[in-house]
């Protein structure tokens, strides 16, 4: 019996020490969303100041497949992965829309006017209730909305040369073919 009582907490402490040893080798990249092909929120934002971009609502998602980024002025991986958006805006396969997740509409507009604005519209989120309803717990993230207006894709971390051309693209191709 003594065996016993010794071995218990040890089997505890093994089982749980695995339990974050299988958390630690998974890719947080790919932490599944919960609204995937389901409708994008119901949500109205407002254009962020002396941008001259209109704002974001869940009726401009619908009628056309889309890309929509989540970003902040504050955010180093939204910096290095802006380049990518720029190039994606020009190229027109998709439409770019942006939500300028929890940041002053000042920096939103600092960030923008130094590296260029991709986004067709944005959508200031200043204290970040739609993104919590996106299912947002950091930026950036990505999302691809079909011409429904459901959620079909969401990356979490920067965007990529090769997210875009293995992952991104075929789906938004996928979907415009549909």
């Known amino acids: 019996m003594r065996r016993l009582l010794f071995a ?18 998974r890719d947080p990249s790919t932490i599944p969303s919960a609204l995937i092909d389901k ?22 998602l619908s009628g056309r497949v889309t890309l929509v980024n989540v970003f902040a002025s504050w955010c180093a991986p939204c910096k290095m992965e802006h380049p990518l958006l720029m190039r994606l805006a020009r190229d027109k396969r998709v439409a770019v829309l942006g939500i300028s997740h929890k940041d002053t509409a000042a920096d939103s507009r600092r960030f923008l006017d130094q590296l260029g604005n991709p986004y067709a519209a944005i959508g200031w ?8 309803d996106w299912g947002v ?10 011409r429904r207006g459901h959620i ?22 996928r979907l415009e073919a549909e």
């Open 39 to 60: 409708p994008v929120p119901n949500f109205t934002l407002p254009a962020v100041a002396g941008i001259g971009t209109a704002g974001l609502t869940t009726a401009d």
């Open 8 to 25: 218990l907490p040890l089997a505890a402490f093994a089982a749980i020490a695995g339990w974050f040893v299988i958390g630690l080798g």
């Open 152 to 173: 079909r894709h969401r990356h979490v971390g920067a965007l990529t040369e090769e997210i875009l051309a293995k992952t991104l693209m075929p789906l938004v191709a």
């Open 125 to 132: 989120d200043q204290d970040g209730r739609v993104s919590i």
């Open 137 to 146: 717990y950091g930026v950036p993230e990505t999302f691809i909305v079909d």
